[in-house]
Structure formats: structure tokens, C-alpha cells
């Protein structure tokens, strides 16, 4: 097995990683990823998305805020790859979006590309960037900070 190989994951294994189910589980397949650096996803964006029913009739573009989401999920991967930390019981939540920018739309028959980049953790903190494209232009970016906690303490 390449190195390539060991740093995917497909749907069966994000489903073990993530708590998301349909239809708001936002990553499709992991391409790569590097534990406390980078991870690259993707979503494959379909006129099948519930949302498209209302956002908008007659010109469907996906939500920005689900886009962030996307991105989000996979940061949440990227932390589940990069800590040593028991995760039963506990839940990954972001605390924080900064810098948040739409560049382009994003809509149904797009491939939504996801990369995020580790710049800071401490403690049960961590802080990235993400990037989403299309056809690599730039969609969307944002720096999120989340957290992990138990969940009992919610």
C-alpha cells in the first residue's frame, strides 16, 4: 500500500469518524491528508441536495453557511486523524469562524473541493484554515477555531 493509499478514507470510514448522517454529512471522500497539517476532501455537489428545494427556485446555489459546514467537516477529520485523545463521549464543535469570504457560487454538478490547513492547537483548541473550490477557483475561505468536549458537559 502507498503512502497515498494509507492517507485517504472513503465514505465508510468518514461515516466511523464523523456523527453527521444524510443529508447534512458534507464530505464525500477524503483524497488526503497529513495528521496536524493539511487535509484535502471533497463533496460532490448534486441537483439531489435538499436544499436546492429552496435556496433558490429557478437558480439553485448552494447555501454559503453549508459550505462552511463542508469545510468544517473537514477539519473535524483532520483533528480525528491528528489526536491521540480517547474520543468516545466527546464531541468536535467550532467556537469560531473569522474572516469568512464567498468568492464564487457553488452549484448542483460542482465537485466542491475542501482543504484545510492546521495553524494552532493547544490544549482542546484548534485552530485552521479552509479553503473550498471548483474547478479550482477559489469558492470560499474562512479561519474556524473548534473545540473538542464532552459531551455530558452540554
Request: a neutral charge.
Amino acid at each position: 500500500m502507498t503512502v497515498t493509499e494509507q492517507n485517504t478514507l472513503d465514505i465508510r470510514q468518514i461515516l466511523n469518524l464523523l456523527p453527521h448522517r444524510y443529508p447534512f454529512l458534507l464530505v464525500d471522500r477524503v483524497t488526503d491528508y497529513t495528521p496536524f497539517e493539511t487535509i484535502e476532501a471533497y463533496k460532490n455537489v448534486t441537483m439531489n441536495e435538499p436544499f436546492f428545494q429552496g435556496h433558490f427556485p429557478n437558480m439553485p446555489v448552494m447555501p454559503g453557511v453549508l459550505i462552511m459546514e463542508a469545510l468544517a467537516q473537514a477539519g473535524g477529520l483532520l483533528v480525528m486523524k491528528s489526536t491521540d485523545m480517547p474520543l468516545e463521549g466527546k464531541l468536535f464543535l467550532f467556537t469560531g469562524m473569522e474572516k469568512v469570504r464567498f468568492r464564487r457560487p457553488v452549484y448542483p454538478g460542482d465537485k466542491l473541493e475542501l482543504k484545510c490547513r492546521l495553524l494552532r492547537h493547544k490544549l482542546k483548541l484548534w485552530k485552521m484554515e479552509g479553503k473550498a473550490y471548483v474547478d479550482g477557483v477559489l469558492a470560499a475561505e474562512a479561519e474556524m477555531t473548534a473545540a473538542i468536549m464532552d459531551k455530558e458537559d452540554m
